[in-house]
């Protein structure tokens, strides 16, 4: 079976969906192997109505999907540029299509991870993680990308409750980087990383 965190060999066979982000009607591309590919999902909808997209600054999407994040971000805030980043070339594909349909091809670039270069620093991340590849890989994740946060940057996270949304935020604040439960909506939490003076990477 094929899952949204790999790469899908089949035919592309794309899809249309509507949705509204920070007060913005958006068509989007999908298609079948990209995570959500018929909907946007709760947990990023509860996200982009809990956290107000910043005015400026340079943002990473991480696990972009088909890139509601990163093109909602950039369609309200003219003033931010923003990496969009996924493990999938399929859904870094789509990204680029529906970055340049909506007309902010120039503030998206959706890439693969080693596309991004290490010393690139971030004034926010934003993602809805791929919980389901295990805690041990979902650790290693978030260790790879929060040292490119910015010393005063924070990272948005949204993560089921029922998926360890609790104890993700104790993890994280163990390794040294600060976490707050801001939200709970509709059995997600919303959490807010920080960069602590012994941050872990």
């Known amino acids: 079976m094929s899952h949204y ?49 910043p005015e400026a600054g340079h943002v990473l999407d991480l696990g972009c999907g088909y890139g509601p994040i990163a093109i909602g971000l ?35 670039n959706a890439v693969v991870p080693d596309e ?9 991340i934003w993602s809805n993680p791929p919980i389901r590849i295990g805690k ?22 949204v993560v089921s409750k029922n998926l360890g949304g609790d104890s993700l935020a104790s993890w994280l604040t163990g390794k040294g980087w600060p976490t707050s439960k801001v939200a709970s909506a509709k059995g997600f939490r919303i959490l807010d990383v920080r960069r602590g003076d012994r941050a872990q990477s």
């Open 5 to 53: 965190f790999t790469n899908d060999d089949a035919p592309l066979v794309t899809r249309t969906i509507h949705t509204r982000i920070f007060g913005n009607e958006l068509e989007f591309t999908t298609a079948a192997g990209v995570f959500s590919n018929t909907r946007l999902d709760l947990g990023t909808s509860v996200l982009l109505r809990t956290v107000e997209p």
């Open 74 to 108: 950039a369609v309200a805030s003219p003033g931010i540029t923003v990496d969009a980043v996924d493990v999938n070339e399929r859904a870094v594909e789509l990204t680029r299509r529906n970055a340049e349909a909506l007309g902010v091809a120039a503030q998206v």
């Open 116 to 124: 991004v270069a290490p010393g690139v620093r971030y004034d926010e």
């Open 136 to 157: 041990d890989a979902l650790h290693e994740l978030l260790l790879r990308w929060l040292p490119h946060l910015k010393k005063d940057g924070v990272a948005h996270l």
